[in-house]
């Protein structure tokens, strides 16, 4: 199973929207509506900020929302904040009973 | 609050074996689906195993097929990760990660456990 596709950096400055997208195929993204993305911090472990492709997790902002047309799911970060700096990660189901997971993108805000 | 806690990384040999285990608070670990994911030094994140409540099925990339074995003891709250004829490759951050009954989320992570496999 290869991993999912991602840009591998994203930078915005503060205020503004940014997207990160995530490509696979339809025997993963494209096939179910089980993407989900993490943000993760150096040294830290992952942490959900979005799942079923749309959900937020009760706590994280509203300013992270997601979004999949075809085989391709996006995360877009609105009102971007320094503490958004970080790594994002999409992941799927696949049909192969597995998961996979996205090639990772580094957030950066200018 | 929910915790998950890793244990049993360190230093291995290529060629070795290791035994990582993984505990749970704040909630049954019983009642969940439960995966392992790693991360090499540096690098995105890999799904490696998979393991349902009961313990009765189990996944693992092919990566790991045959060289890892995923179980659970519900009745010690704690599940497994048995890793035999290690490899270089296999050095990586070890999470263990609670998924979400029915709908194929992994939510809740642990801060993981260092896994180097060196001579």
């Known amino acids: 199973q290869s991993a999912l596709t991602q840009p591998a950096s994203v930078s915005g400055s503060p205020g503004q929207s940014i997207t990160i997208s995530c490509t696979g195929t339809?025997?993963?993204?494209?096939?179910?509506?089980?993407v989900s993305w993490y943000q993760q911090y150096p040294g830290k472990a992952p942490k959900l900020i979005i799942y079923d492709v749309v959900r937020r997790p009760s706590g994280v902002s509203g300013r992270f929302s997601g979004s999949k047309s075809g085989n391709t799911a996006t995360l877009t970060i609105s009102g971007l904040q320094a503490e958004d700096e970080g790594d994002y990660y999409c992941c799927s189901f696949a049909s192969t009973n597995t998961y996979v997971f996205g090639t990772g993108t580094k957030v950066t805000v200018l | 609050d929910v915790q998950v806690v890793e244990s049993g990384g360190g230093v291995v040999q290529p060629g070795g074996s290791l035994r990582l285990s993984c505990t749970a608070t704040?909630?049954?670990?019983?009642?969940?689906?439960m995966n392992w994911v790693r991360q090499a030094p540096g690098e995105g994140l890999e799904w490696i195993s998979y393991?349902?409540?009961?313990?009765?099925?189990?996944y693992y990339a092919d990566s790991v097929k045959g060289r890892f074995t995923i179980s659970r003891d519900n009745a010690k709250n704690s599940l497994s990760l048995q890793m035999n004829s290690l490899r270089v490759e296999d050095t990586a951050v070890y999470y263990c990660a609670r998924e979400v009954s029915g709908t194929y989320t992994i939510d809740y992570w642990g801060q993981g456990t260092l896994v180097t496999v060196s001579s």
């Open positions: 339809s025997s993963d993204v494209g096939g179910y509506n089980s």
């Open positions: 393991i349902n409540s009961r313990g009765t099925t189990t």
């Open positions: 704040g909630f049954t670990l019983s009642n969940y689906e």
